[in-house]
């Protein structure tokens, strides 16, 4: 990093010095001075260029502990001056020899970064020059012994060395006790006598990161498994309750410690004084030592930060010693889930392909309860009508809406708030217009607030609920910094109480991840000879084929030191032996194979076969269901192809891309297809009538064109081909616009639609208005089509998080409204080449009941004469024309936004 900030510190000095020069080109020599010369600009430019945006300033990740040592321990081979992720090969991202003890072969991203982002070794270290070294113990050749004497080598200087394992058997005196002993030269691992050995490693841990280190019995998993372990350990949120694992590897406090949420004490002393805010320790010298404790601070994730002291008032500590725990800590080790009693045994299909089935009694007991807090931020800025206002008097808000604010507009700390409520009351003035007489008087009786300003208020986002734990306001006038334009900024914090539900995901340490599929009440859950019943059932083929049996062995041990009472560390590649552990279980009274019959809580039956039960150490995972479920009945679309956006801040619709078309194709569901494809989309003409139907209990009308199929054409029109539409007489079909006929009956709805001429008048009043900034429809109509499922917005988080599993717990989506892929839109097979009709036909054939009878002469009425089109079309070529006319329909709208009547010009407008 120091190499990377020097060059563009040297970039920011050459355009200083560029500017000395031509001031001092320009200026008299005698009376210049150093302050007129020198302008600092392009260096601090540079400096904040490099801190704020360069590709390595990453936002920190603080979903828990381990994920923030993990981020500051993050190697990086892209970057300034770096590779990118299209050229990188193979050999680039592959392990290699002189990673050993340097950069952990485990710890990488799975998908595009894989291998080129990687994380630190233990015990790894950056000299002065920016290369990595690791420590090896000397080996005195002449005394044939292993001395305690420390040395780190970069990759180069270890190239020259013969090195002997970390489990090499030795004596009391540190000299090898077998003949040959096993060693590393380069790449290859030979068997040698020890007089030809260098050096020896320091422990079995070094090769690998914290996060990898942090996995018991790794020695039994498989790689990519050990991956996915050391990857979802960092998405782990800290719960309410912590709890230490039972079988750890003994590195948990060491991380606990080094990632910086422990209070620790910097003296010796005692303690004088605890509250749940402050802790007071009086050293021997009468100097009183104060530590704050931060209490349910917001993370970069939403997850909680708590810190909770563990002393007590009186008590004598050392230096170092913890005095308090923070998010994901328990008593000073590193807690990311909790032990929970665990069966390997198949349910009534319940835990099929990885699903997780758990008890009641985890959700009541608040087993995997976590606080999670939202943060919202809300600016009063100047516009060029005049500054904004953070007020309380809202225009057209009821007194019900406004009772939680407080006289400043500001929600009050402690309320409960839901989708849509007011956080901070906001006005924004608006351009004067014109005004009838009508409107006058209606002004002089109501008051004036309603006329000159706009509800511009923040509000709680679709979909999110809680209650305010904080409020804080920044104002120019206090002498704030804030950002150039902006007089106040308010910042809302709603916290969230979220119970573990079905959908959330879970794992262990092995890379048995799952999705819980269901919730049992604790009476109905297998339960053990003596009547304990199990929480959680995991499916027993989620082993074989994955070869990560060391949650097999977990699962065994902490069984064994659960009922012993005990903790147990086994550390990596240094770890308890098979042996040992059968030993374990008979001391604790339970079969050396650790397997129980278990009896049907339903039906209190014994199961035909003896299943392995143990204690587990199981993960919540940061994707929750609440941030993925998503439903929409109606919303924004997009402006060229009309259909809905795509993701759930959009409040877009489902992908239905083309292998679901194939899916449906293969059911024969021809209707549905139809209407996917059709009115769910891209219809808009037959949306709006679809809806009409529905709003009148009517059969829903024959779909229309779709507007992809217009765009296609306009496409190849764009491309000087003369493409027409035929009906089965061979006579051209004008594909029209969106016709009066549909506006009308959009109005009469409530509907809105927006052509492309009126969206330009809008924006020409605003602008005249000097409002900067767009309306939030105006934004979604221009927010061109994001499709859902195509993993956009995906990469970075899974650059982040390192996980690309995106097949069970990503997408949770529900929805009605659809999204088509671009490419693929099919015209419905119902208009085939023997029954083409025009377009007008197309809508008229509509089933109507008789008593409709206004709309049963709108039929009868004889069809116009078609005016010849194609010469106009010729002039019109290119595809953008259908950009004049493309509209959306919202739902309800107040009366303002319906009160133009649409326009309807021939002529496009350049």
Known sequence: VGELLQNQFRVGLARMERVVRERMTIQDIDIITPQALINVRPVVGAIREFFGSSQLSQFME???????????????????????????????RDVHHSHFGRMCPIETPEGPNIGLTTSLACYARINRLGFIETPYRKVNKAEKRVTNEIEYLTADEEDECVIAQANALLDEEGRFLEDRVMARYRHEVLEVSPEQVDYMDVSPKQVFSVATSLIPFLEHDDASRALMGSNMQRQAVPLIKTEAPLVGTGLEYRAAL????????????????VTANEIVVETPS????????KKFARSNQGTCFNQVPLVTKGQLVEKGEVLAD??????????????????????????????????????????????HIEEYECDARDTKLGPEEITKDIPNVSEAQLKD???????????????????????????????TAEERLLRAIFGEKAREVRDNSLRVPHGESGIVVDVKVFSREAGDELPPGVNELVRVYVAQKRKISEGDKMAGRHGNKGVVAKILPKEDMPFLPDGTPVQIVLTPLGVPSRMNLGQIFECHLGYAAKLLGLHIATPVFDGIQEDEVKHLLEQAGLPRNGKVYLRDGRTGELFDNPVTVGYVYMLKLLHLVDDKVHARSTGPYSLVTQQPLGGKAQMGGQRFGEMEVW???????????????????????????????????QNIPEPGVPESFKVLLKELQSLALDVQVLDKYGNEVEIGEIDDEVQEKARELDLMIETEPRRRTRRAQRDAAGDDEEDDEDKAADYEEVAAGDGWGQEQDDEQTGDTDHTEDDSLDVDVDVDIDDEDTAIPEDIGDDERMTFDQLFKEVSVPDDISDLMEEEEEPPKKRKKSRPKRRERLGPLDDLERLGRVRSIRDLESLEDDFEDDDEPES
């Open 62 to 92: 603080q979903t828990n502990p381990l994920t923030e040592l993990t981020a500051k321990r993050r190697l990086s081979a892209l970057g300034p001056g770096g590779l990118t992720r299209e050229r990188a090969g193979f050999e680039v």
């Open 326 to 371: 923070g998010p994901a800590t328990d008593k000073g080790e590193l807690a990311l889930g909790r032990n929970v009693l665990v069966a390997y045994m198949p349910w009534h299909g319940y835990n099929y392909e990885d699903a997780i089935l758990i008890s009641r009694e985890l959700v009541e007991e608040d087993v995997y309860t976590s606080i």
């Open 405 to 435: 604010l407080d006289e400043r507009g500001i929600i009050r700390i402690g309320a409960e708030v839901r989708s849509g409520d007011i956080l901070v009351g906001k006005v924004t003035p608006k351009g004067e217009t014109e005004l």
């Open 258 to 273: 080094d990632s910086g949420v422990l209070v620790t004490a910097k003296n010796p002393g005692r303690v004088v004084r």
């Open 286 to 293: 009468g100097q009183r030592d104060v530590y704050k404790l």
């Open 663 to 697: 899916a449906l194709e293969a059911y024969g569901a021809a209707y549905t297809l139809q209407e996917m494809l059709t009115v769910k989309s891209d219809d808009v003409v037959g949306r709006v009538k679809t809806y009409e139907a529905i709003v009148k209990g």
